[in-house]
């Protein structure tokens, strides 16, 4: 692993750290099923778990060693036997099997946590890696909570275990504590002071917990680090890990930085889903790369500016990462250019409309409701009203139906024609038949056949409201009509003129 210095290797922890939030524990075949998704994703080494935490952990791992191919499986240790004789156990199916040991490394860790000496956490450290150098070429070492470690001992500390046979040394901001530059400074402290350096990969492990994690990694990477330790969605202990995709779509897309990944963005969306609903934790909104709202638009000058030219606003291109396109949002606060850009989505043709007259009834409806949806615009352009939208449109001025057993169905329609009346009556085998050809008798467009009817209904109080789909053919092509209306007659001679007006 030491042939490319601007090759950075993804360490994925989410089913290690990553699972250690309450309420997200997964089942082996869930981690097998989200271990093989990484290793379509791409990452280096999978961290499949802490064997002598538990037997399902144990399993885990076993399972992980047998299912995955390609990636690195790593088990984590502490600096002791037993831990390292488990994992050496857990990971004899593993084609590239690595042992995680460490121990703190922090004045802090030394004195509170295990009451002991910098000179015997030493030690310690360097037994157990050449401990499980025994069994194992692949080993990784951690100096826990290095971000708040003194340098000098730090970088001590690694060397001794880069002479005694670690591989990969990791140094975690294990409380998320470093600023940027400090964390920076670290690693390049070590990178140049460490005597050995070149005979390992600096690893950097970071949390959120002062929402730095990416930023610091970051850091490293820029100092020479060249692994990176992540998470998909940024899960874990407290506030969570690096996340995996901010720190892919980071050096993909600044490409200055002169490192790359084997990773394959376009499977961002699709995992981060599963990780979601596997581990029940959901992926906040804003959340950068795989939120929802991540190439979601709803300001108007947003929406103008990225209509006219992506790059305006976004500097990902949805589609890497999974995504088939932004979504312009439609509020009250969006413009006639997002308005126009649904409309024509919807297969309404722009220059037989009056968008003016549109966008204000647009916005009485936007002001009541949060959010206006496919639905809403169909309603608003085939509903009460809709005479206004189009410049040359035909309207429904009135409608009546006469049907039953055994009365012939008729319908009597009055239809608006630029401003002029026209009526018509039409007898068909039920109401709606006899009210399209009530339609057609005044319109004189005898070559319309329906290829398509469908009615819906919403379902939105005391009084459902159906929706009607019409897909007509007229000249050799194709048009949606779409009609609403407590009445279904009504809402199916909505929806037919919808369509028409959209070629006569």
Do not use: W
């Not at 002791?80 to 994992?87: G, M």
């Not at 890696?129 to 470690?149: H, L, Q, S, T």
């Not at 916005?363 to 959010?371: Q, R």
Request: net charge negative.
């Amino acid at each position: 692993m030491l042939h490319d210095p601007n090759r950075i290797y993804i360490f994925d922890t989410t089913l290690r750290d990553g699972e250690q939030v309450p309420g997200c524990q997964l089942t082996t075949s869930e981690k097998v099923e989200i271990a093989l998704r990484l290793e379509a994703l791409g990452v280096d080494v999978i961290e499949a778990g802490f064997p002598i935490s538990s037997p399902g952990d144990f399993e885990s791992v076993v399972a992980l060693s047998k299912a995955v191919k390609e990636p690195v499986i790593c088990a984590l240790t502490r600096a002791n036997t037993k831990d390292i004789d488990a994992a050496v156990e857990s990971l004899k199916y593993a084609k590239r099997p690595r042992i995680h040991t460490g121990i703190g490394s922090s004045d802090m860790h030394i004195k509170y946590k295990f009451n002991s000496t910098r000179e015997d956490i030493l030690q310690r450290g360097v037994d157990a890696v050449k401990y499980a150098k025994r069994f194992v070429e692949d080993i990784e070492f951690y100096a826990e909570d290095a971000g708040r470690a003194d340098i000098e001992f730090l970088a001590q500390m690694v060397e001794a275990v880069i002479a005694a046979g670690a591989t990969v040394v990791n140094i975690p901001d294990t409380n998320g504590y470093c600023l940027p530059d400090q964390y920076g400074a670290k690693i390049k402290f070590l990178m140049d002071n460490v005597k050995n350096i070149d005979q390992a990969i600096i690893s950097v492990h970071c949390h959120n917990d002062l929402g730095l994690a990416t930023a610091n990694t970051i850091a490293g990477i820029q100092n020479g680090a060249r692994q990176a330790e992540c998470t998909i969605n940024g899960i874990g202990e407290r506030a969570g890990n690096t996340s995996l995709e901010e720190v892919a779509m980071v050096l993909k897309t600044h490409q200055t930085l002169n490192k790359y990944t084997n990773i394959n963005s376009r499977h961002f969306y699709e995992i981060s889903g599963m990780v979601s609903r596997m581990m029940r934790m959901p992926v906040q909104p804003n959340k950068a790369i795989v939120g929802k709202n991540a190439f979601a638009h709803s300001s108007g000058i947003h929406q103008d500016g990225v209509l006219k030219h992506r790059e305006n606003y976004e500097i990902i291109n949805p589609e890497d990462v999974g995504i088939d396109s932004s979504e312009i949002i439609l509020t009250a606060r969006s413009g006639r250019h997002a308005l126009k850009h649904h409309l024509e989505r919807l297969g309404y043709v722009i220059d037989k409309i009056n968008l003016d007259d549109v966008y204000e009834r647009f916005l009485v409806v936007a002001d009541s409701k949060k959010e206006i949806k496919d639905d809403d615009l169909l309603a608003l352009m085939s509903g009460e009203g809709s005479e206004r939208n189009y410049k040359d449109g035909v309207t429904v001025k009135l409608l009546q139906v006469m049907c039953g057993d055994p009365l012939l169905p008729t319908s009597i329609v009055r239809l608006d024609i630029n401003g002029k009346l026209k009526e018509a009556v039409s007898s068909g085998n039920g109401p709606v038949d006899a009210t399209i050809k009530a339609i057609n008798s005044i319109i004189e467009k005898d070559s319309i056949e329906i290829k398509d009817f469908h009615i819906d209904a919403i379902h939105g109080g005391s009084h459902d409201v159906s929706k009607v789909n019409m897909r007509l053919k007229y000249d050799n092509k194709h048009y949606n009509g779409y009609g609403f209306s407590t009445d279904i007659v009504a809402a199916s001679a909505n929806a037919y003129l919808d369509a028409v007006n959209k070629f006569i």
